[in-house]
């Protein structure tokens, strides 16, 4: 089939990375709370979105299905103008999901 096209993905928890979060590449690049701020140095030790008023550029982090092998990678950081939208770009909607029994 056509590798440039958007698709569905079948969750797979048992080939989860050492954050415990699986199929982090592929489809879009996802959009993130957090204001740019080039680099870590400044920001907060803890899961909190990094928020600088007023400031019009967004953190999205991964790739999409147009991007470079290096993008897509989950650590990987770029940004755009908020309110930006593009067919490659998204958001993840995350749910915690109990262990099977």
């Not at 797979?12 to 954050?19: K, L, M």
């Not at 080039?38 to 967004?58: F, L």
Request: net charge positive; proline share 6%; glycine share 10%.
């Amino acid at each position: 089939g056509n590798t440039k096209t958007p698709r569905s993905v079948e969750l797979h928890r048992d080939r989860s990375n050492a954050f415990g979060l699986s199929d982090m590449a592929g489809n879009v690049r996802e959009s993130c709370e957090d204001a740019w701020i080039e680099g870590y140095e400044t920001g907060p030790y803890d899961e909190r979105p990094r928020i600088k008023s007023g400031d019009p550029q967004r953190v999205v982090r991964g790739g999409s299905y147009l991007s470079r092998q290096m993008a897509c990678q989950s650590g990987f950081r770029s940004w755009v103008r908020e309110g930006f939208a593009f067919s490659t770009l998204g958001l993840r909607v995350v749910v915690s999901i109990p262990p099977a029994r």
